[in-house]
């Protein structure tokens, strides 16, 4: 053990090594292990739930269709405003309503209209992800490693980002995590010749059940790839009898089938039809929603939402591939490849739908870092680490230059000596790891890898977001309305559609198609407020007469819309009685 002797002649441990023995002191016991991951989800994931807007467009799609079930008491059909929003089965709406109906009974005051409540079910789903990759770790690693290998995995910013939308993706990736580490335990019990030990039935099925009121097929996919592929391999498939079969499908329709013949049913079949018919068969024969990506996509993107883990799980693949027949190795290939390799080959790419994958590529990098394979000597090893401190230099450099760009040169302030540590904390990561090949000292830049990434997260969803008015068009408009002399006016808007001003205005936002209907809205007596887009004001002015000109504008609001990446400028127009 290196040690250093303080003026008074007191041995002090060297910071390589206090490092080490912090992992030694937390993974002493389980118990001890999942209250430092629950610390490290919540130094992660909480902040910004309540000051981050409404992210446009699916957010608020998922939380205005959650709130409308509150609002009529319809919990089977699935609707935002008066259109079917026939794309995902009903779990998420379901979370969602309960959370914002707990928040309701709490006394939260506006709570249909706070997004934050809306977003416990992912804050929730985020951290179960984190400690059931703990738990899947455990059956391939020590529980230093299991722990290690759970903090990388709740460290990497897609994870981080989901924990603080309000849609399925968090959720799912719980749900996923169960199922596979279930399936991996019975994998390698099977292998051993021993009775897989541990709740894996339970785990097993009730994440199927759940992944399939979440997000339809995809908990079963995740699945099926890994169980089909190690059958071939064990050219068996008997050693999946103990996660009992029979009667797991029967607990899993026992679960579902209500829901899905209530919405059959109500739907007139119109359900299927979109979800399956447009949505999932829309995304694999082309670009759904003009989220098209080549092949490889998954793969550049990876180097960024895999952060700060990324670096290493590429250096982990030569490893995985010489190691290949090697039951665990083999588990965590049939987990990965086969599913990464199908979101490749689809058109339509967002970075989300991979984050069930990356548990299983944080057990790997672990499982390739004890078994010394993380060597900065090795070709490449010491360039591909830069990656650790060139993400958040990368992400402080954008983010004052959006500020500058975007706010009247506007510097995100606040957020620098966070963004500063972040990025000072990721170069010692990499200088860590390439003065290897001391012993530990790929093990250290990782954790330092961790603890960059719960300051860079905090730093830019709980900080910098704040300093940068011009990405909240939506709650900048919204807040217009309190202005009005009178209470709860009807609101339009003409030529901004975003789906947060919807849920921020209200279930009752006109959206009218032209300047004329905009006019007979303004019209139509009461008290009242319209906002006009840029680009619709000339359509507007025009459908008044000569001599009876549009009212005198009552405010002007300009931002960013991030959903179509390009500048915004609405004014808002008030009426009186």
């Given at each position: 053990m290196?040690?250093?002797l303080?003026?008074g002649g007191?041995?002090?441990l060297a910071?390589?090594?206090?490092?080490?023995?912090?992992?030694?002191?937390?993974?002493?016991?389980?118990a001890?292990?999942?209250?430092a991951?629950?610390?490290?989800?919540?130094v992660l994931?909480?902040?910004?739930?309540i000051?981050l807007q409404?992210m446009?467009?699916?957010?608020p799609?998922?939380?205005?269709a959650?709130?409308?079930?509150?609002?009529?008491?319809?919990l089977?059909?699935?609707?935002f405003?008066?259109?079917?929003?026939?794309?995902?089965?009903v779990?998420?709406y379901?979370?969602q309503?309960a959370?914002?109906?707990?928040?309701?009974?709490?006394g939260?005051?506006?709570?249909?209209?706070?997004i934050?409540l809306?977003?416990?079910?992912?804050l929730?789903?985020?951290?179960a992800?984190?400690?059931?990759?703990?738990w899947?770790?455990?059956?391939?690693?020590?529980?230093r490693?299991?722990?290690l290998?759970?903090?990388?995995?709740g460290?990497?910013l897609?994870?981080?980002?989901e924990?603080?939308?309000?849609?399925?993706?968090?959720?799912?990736?719980a749900?996923a995590?169960?199922?596979l580490?279930?399936?991996?335990r019975t994998?390698?019990?099977?292998?051993?010749?021993?009775?897989?030990?541990g709740p894996?039935f339970?785990?097993?099925?009730?994440?199927m059940?759940?992944?399939?009121?979440?997000?339809?097929?995809?908990?079963p996919?995740?699945v099926?790839?890994?169980a089909?592929?190690?059958?071939?391999?064990?050219?068996?498939g008997?050693?999946?009898l103990p996660?009992?079969?029979?009667?797991?499908?029967?607990?899993?329709?026992?679960?579902?089938?209500?829901?899905?013949?209530a919405?059959?049913?109500?739907?007139?079949g119109?359900?299927?039809a979109?979800a399956?018919?447009?949505?999932?068969?829309?995304?694999?024969?082309?670009?759904?929603?003009r989220?098209w990506?080549?092949?490889g996509?998954?793969?550049?993107?990876?180097?960024?939402?895999?952060?700060?883990?990324?670096?290493?799980?590429?250096?982990?693949?030569?490893?995985a591939?010489?190691?290949r027949r090697e039951?665990a190795i083999?588990?965590?290939?049939?987990?990965d490849?086969?599913?990464w390799?199908?979101?490749e080959?689809?058109p339509?790419?967002?970075p989300?739908?991979?984050l069930?994958?990356?548990p299983w590529?944080a057990i790997?990098t672990?499982l390739?870092l004890?078994?010394?394979?993380?060597d900065?000597?090795l070709?490449?090893?010491?360039?591909?680490?830069?990656?650790v401190?060139?993400?958040?230099?990368?992400?402080?450099?954008g983010?004052?230059?959006v500020?500058w760009?975007?706010?009247s040169?506007?510097?995100?302030?606040p957020?620098?000596?966070?963004?500063?540590?972040a990025?000072?904390v990721?170069g010692?990561?990499?200088?860590?790891?390439?003065r290897g090949?001391v012993?530990?000292?790929?093990?250290?830049a990782?954790?330092?890898?961790v603890?960059?990434?719960?300051?860079?997260?905090?730093?830019?969803l709980g900080?910098?977001q704040?300093?940068?008015?011009?990405?909240k068009?939506?709650?900048?408009?919204?807040?217009?309305?309190d202005?009005?002399?009178?209470?709860?006016?009807a609101?339009?808007?003409?030529?901004?559609?975003?789906?947060?001003?919807?849920?921020?205005?209200?279930?009752?936002?006109?959206?009218?198609p032209?300047?004329?209907?905009a006019?007979?809205?303004?019209e139509?007596?009461?008290?009242?407020?319209l906002?006009v887009?840029a680009?619709?004001?000339?359509?507007?002015?025009?459908?008044?007469?000569?001599?009876?000109?549009?009212?005198?504008?009552?405010?002007?609001?300009e931002?960013?819309?991030?959903n179509?990446g390009?500048r915004?400028?609405?004014?808002?127009y008030?009426?009186?009685?």
């Amino acid at each position: 053990m290196t040690t250093s002797l303080s003026a008074g002649g007191t041995a002090r441990l060297a910071p390589a090594d206090r490092i080490g023995r912090g992992l030694d002191a937390l993974s002493v016991t389980h118990a001890r292990a999942v209250a430092a991951l629950l610390a490290l989800c919540l130094v992660l994931f909480l902040p910004g739930q309540i000051s981050l807007q409404p992210m446009d467009r699916d957010e608020p799609r998922f939380a205005q269709a959650s709130k409308q079930m509150l609002e009529t008491g319809d919990l089977v059909n699935i609707r935002f405003q008066d259109e079917a929003r026939n794309k995902k089965p009903v779990g998420i709406y379901w979370a969602q309503a309960a959370a914002v109906a707990a928040g309701e009974a709490l006394g939260v005051p506006d709570a249909r209209t706070q997004i934050a409540l809306y977003r416990i079910p992912s804050l929730i789903g985020a951290a179960a992800s984190v400690l059931l990759a703990y738990w899947a770790a455990l059956a391939f690693l020590p529980r230093r490693g299991a722990l290690l290998a759970a903090a990388l995995y709740g460290a990497c910013l897609m994870l981080n980002a989901e924990a603080h939308l309000a849609k399925t993706d968090a959720f799912l990736a719980a749900c996923a995590t169960a199922s596979l580490a279930a399936l991996a335990r019975t994998w390698l019990a099977a292998r051993a010749g021993r009775t897989p030990a541990g709740p894996i039935f339970a785990a097993f099925w009730l994440g199927m059940a759940l992944g399939i009121l979440v997000k339809g097929p995809m908990v079963p996919l995740f699945v099926a790839l890994p169980a089909l592929g190690l059958s071939v391999v064990a050219r068996s498939g008997r050693w999946l009898l103990p996660l009992r079969p029979l009667p797991g499908l029967a607990l899993t329709l026992l679960l579902v089938a209500p829901w899905f013949a209530a919405i059959a049913w109500k739907s007139g079949g119109a359900f299927y039809a979109e979800a399956i018919g447009h949505d999932m068969l829309g995304k694999v024969g082309g670009a759904a929603e003009r989220h098209w990506g080549p092949p490889g996509a998954y793969t550049l993107a990876f180097f960024a939402t895999f952060w700060p883990g990324a670096a290493f799980a590429a250096m982990s693949l030569p490893f995985a591939w010489r190691a290949r027949r090697e039951p665990a190795i083999a588990f965590l290939i049939a987990a990965d490849l086969p599913a990464w390799l199908i979101f490749e080959a689809v058109p339509t790419k967002l970075p989300h739908y991979v984050l069930p994958l990356m548990p299983w590529l944080a057990i790997l990098t672990v499982l390739a870092l004890s078994r010394g394979a993380l060597d900065p000597r090795l070709r490449g090893a010491r360039l591909t680490a830069l990656l650790v401190p060139a993400i958040p230099v990368a992400l402080t450099l954008g983010l004052c230059v959006v500020g500058w760009r975007l706010d009247s040169h506007t510097i995100p302030w606040p957020a620098l000596p966070l963004l500063a540590a972040a990025c000072a904390v990721a170069g010692l990561a990499w200088l860590t790891f390439a003065r290897g090949p001391v012993e530990g000292s790929a093990e250290r830049a990782l954790v330092l890898g961790v603890l960059a990434s719960c300051l860079l997260g905090p730093a830019v969803l709980g900080v910098a977001q704040r300093s940068l008015p011009a990405l909240k068009v939506s709650p900048r408009l919204a807040a217009l309305r309190d202005r009005m002399p009178c209470a709860d006016p009807a609101v339009a808007s003409l030529g901004y559609r975003e789906p947060s001003l919807v849920f921020l205005i209200g279930t009752g936002l006109a959206l009218p198609p032209d300047g004329p209907a905009a006019r007979e809205f303004l019209e139509a007596g009461g008290c009242r407020l319209l906002f006009v887009e840029a680009r619709d004001r000339d359509d507007f002015n025009a459908a008044w007469p000569v001599g009876h000109g549009a009212p005198a504008p009552m405010a002007e609001v300009e931002g960013f819309n991030l959903n179509t990446g390009r500048r915004v400028f609405v004014t808002a127009y008030g009426v009186t009685p």
